[in-house]
């Protein structure tokens, strides 16, 4: 794992960001773990936010289990917890700027519409876990069409352009290395604000993030193929581009992904130091330790040998 670079040396600050659409579950005490341990490892700040704008998939009570089962396996922020649903103030603001300097734009079109335009423009059709490219449609208006989202001109020029305009983002991950993704050829212009009026992920994290000083993201390898596009609206809207570290996802029986859609059971914390030594192997480390506080301090040296913090 690759050594992390201070960022112009701004102080660390780290984060974890789950949705409240269940408790946690091995998966995700995976990314809470080390994301707090790298925090611990640089003498920085750890934050907790909770990702609740997608409000249709959202759980009665989940963020409260959720924060109660980090605080049972001793991963405690640094600061109050914030919940996304209350900053959409600042989503708007971030919005109004993209749309004020041409670098977002109003769509009218359906799924429908979108697979059919991809089709006509021969684009291939996405695998697994992939996204419908964006064939811009409504780049140039919606031509009569009632306004349904609002999207990012990929390549921009102009006020709204970043350099030269280009949407190639190259990046490295400090554990999958050299990172490169045209974003305009690979995804096209993707939403901001859906056409049901909440706010797109790749919007909200990303103001959320440099509203909070995030130096540093640390999360699960499963969202690896967003970090372009979130580089790419740093830089449009002139936030901090943090430093990324992209950890081992846990899989299912059947080889998936382990998440709450698949039915992955909640975290079995009656030993919480069970759980938070599966969770360090799947890391590479395993620290010694009977009891948790021991156990934790003894994972912050092994974690910080590993990435030689």
């Not at 419908?132 to 031509?143: D, F, S």
């Not at 352009?161 to 993707?190: H, K, S």
């Not at 000083?213 to 690896?224: F, K, N, Q, S």
Request: hydrophobic share 40%; with cysteine.
């Amino acid at each position: 794992m690759a050594h992390r670079t201070e960022p112009g040396g701004v102080p660390y600050v780290g984060r974890f960001a789950p949705s409240p659409t269940g408790p946690l579950h091995a998966g995700s005490l995976v990314a809470a773990l080390a994301s707090w341990l790298d925090a611990r490892a640089h003498g920085g700040r750890w934050l907790v936010r909770i990702e609740d704008i997608d409000t249709p998939r959202n759980a009665a009570g989940a963020a409260e289990v959720i924060l109660g089962q980090l605080d049972r396996c001793g991963l405690r922020p640094d600061g109050q917890v914030v919940f996304q649903s209350q900053r959409t103030a600042l989503y708007e603001t971030a919005l109004q700027r993209l749309l004020g300097s041409g670098g977002a734009y109003p769509c009218g079109c359906s799924r429908r519409d979108l697979a059919v335009a991809a089709a006509a423009a021969g684009y291939p059709l996405p695998g697994r876990n992939e996204e419908l490219r964006y064939p811009g449609t409504c780049r140039g208006g919606l031509h009569g069409k009632p306004r349904r989202s609002i999207r990012l001109l990929t390549q921009a020029s102009g006020p709204a352009a970043y350099g030269d305009g280009a949407a190639v983002v190259e990046w490295t991950d400090r554990r999958l290395g050299r990172q490169r993704q045209d974003v305009a050829g690979a995804i096209g212009d993707f939403v901001l604000r859906r056409a049901d009026g909440l706010w797109a992920y790749q919007l909200a994290v990303v103001v959320d993030d440099g509203e909070q000083g995030i130096t540093d993201v640390v999360r699960g390898e499963d969202l690896a193929g967003s970090t372009a596009r979130q580089i790419l609206l740093q830089r449009r809207l002139g936030l901090l581009e943090p430093m990324y570290l992209h950890t081992p996802v846990v899989l299912g029986p059947d080889g998936e992904k382990l998440s709450k859609q698949n039915g992955a059971p909640p975290l079995d914390l009656g030993s919480p130091l069970t759980a938070l030594r599966d969770a360090a192997a799947v890391l590479g480390i395993a620290p010694d330790g009977t009891r948790l506080a021991a156990w934790l301090a003894g994972a912050v040296d092994a974690w910080r040998r590993a990435v030689r913090a």
